[in-house]
């Protein structure tokens, strides 16, 4: 698994994107980086594009990710977190995901299959990130 993260000052945006297969060790790796990454600002917008990656997490792990989400919120606000997924089965692990997140904390998560809306929800032209 490997990940990158490409940050926009001027969008107060953070784009993640996964390749590989991803265990639920590197997830939990991953999400901590992003969370405590110091160019993140109060009310970022966060694009997770998952779409060349794939799972070996399961439902049981989804809990620890929220945990550690809950844990580091206050220092960033109010987020809307975009996660932008490929196939069905991270598709249903990322709505358990935003399922989950709903009451524990303080982000607007969102999963989507499709690049153009996912920019189109978080303010982002997808041509201007290369995402079309």
């Known amino acids: 698994m490997s990940f990158r993260q490409e ?3 001027e969008l107060n945006l953070l784009v993640v994107t996964f ?3 991803i265990s639920s060790e590197e997830e939990i ?3 901590e980086e992003t969370v405590r990454d110091p160019r993140l600002k109060p ?12 799972m070996k997490a399961t439902p049981e792990d989804v809990g620890p990710q929220v ?14 977190v975009a996660i932008l997924v490929a196939d ?15 009451s524990e904390v ?8 499709s690049a153009e ?4 929800w978080l303010g982002i032209d997808p041509a201007q990130m290369g995402l079309g």
């Open 67 to 80: 945990d550690l989400v809950r844990m580091n919120q206050a220092a960033f606000g109010r987020p809307r």
């Open 19 to 21: 390749t590989g297969v």
């Open 117 to 120: 809306e996912a920019c189109e």
């Open 7 to 9: 940050f926009d000052e």
């Open 29 to 31: 790796r991953a999400v």
């Open 43 to 54: 009310n970022a917008r966060i694009l997770v594009d998952r779409r060349k990656a794939r």
């Open 88 to 102: 069905d089965y991270s598709f249903g692990m990322h709505r358990l995901l935003q399922a989950a997140a709903h």
């Open 106 to 113: 303080d982000h607007d998560f969102r999963v989507f299959r």
